[in-house]
Nanobody, 125 residues
Framework: QVQLVESGGGLVQAGGSLRLSCAAS????????MGWFRQAPGKEREFVAA???????AHADSVAGRFTISRDNAKSTAFLQMNSLKPEDTAVYSC???????????????????WGQGTQVTVFS
C-alpha cells in the first residue's frame, strides 16, 4: 500500500508556471503507474496526465504542450510541471497510483487504487 502527498499548489497569474509534486511512501515507488487528475468547482474530476513505470507518458488534450508529467523513482516522487497556466486550469489537483509494471496507459479514475488529498491551484487573469 502506498501513501501519497501532493504539494506545490498555489495562486498564480495567467501565463505563469507551477510545479506540483506527489511524494509517495509505503511501497516501492517504481512498481506504480502514476496519474494526475483535477476537479474544478462544480465539475467532475478529469484526467490530466499519466506516466507508466517505464516513464511513458500521456496528457489530456486540454493541457498537452503546456503540462508535463514526470517521475523520479530515486525520490519516490511524481511531478506535474504546469506552464502557460490559464484561469480554466483552476482546480484541485490530485495524484493517484496504481501498482502496475505494464505498459498500459491509465487515464481513467477507476484504474487507480490510491489517491492523495489534493492541492489547490488557482490561476487569476
Amino acid at each position: 500500500q502506498v501513501q501519497l502527498v501532493e504539494s506545490g499548489g498555489g495562486l498564480v497569474q495567467a501565463g505563469g508556471s507551477l510545479r506540483l509534486s506527489c511524494a509517495a511512501s509505503g511501497d516501492i515507488f517504481s512498481n506504480y503507474a502514476m496519474g494526475w487528475f483535477r476537479q474544478a468547482p462544480g465539475k467532475e474530476r478529469e484526467f490530466v496526465a499519466a506516466i507508466t513505470w517505464t516513464s511513458d507518458t500521456a496528457h489530456a488534450d486540454s493541457v498537452a504542450g503546456r503540462f508535463t508529467i514526470s517521475r523520479d523513482n530515486a525520490k519516490s516522487t511524481a511531478f506535474l510541471q504546469m506552464n502557460s497556466l490559464k484561469p480554466e486550469d483552476t482546480a484541485v489537483y490530485s495524484c493517484a497510483a496504481k501498482r502496475s509494471r505494464t505498459l498500459v496507459m491509465r487515464t481513467a479514475q477507476y484504474e487507480y487504487d490510491y489517491w492523495g488529498q489534493g492541492t489547490q491551484v488557482t490561476v487569476f487573469s
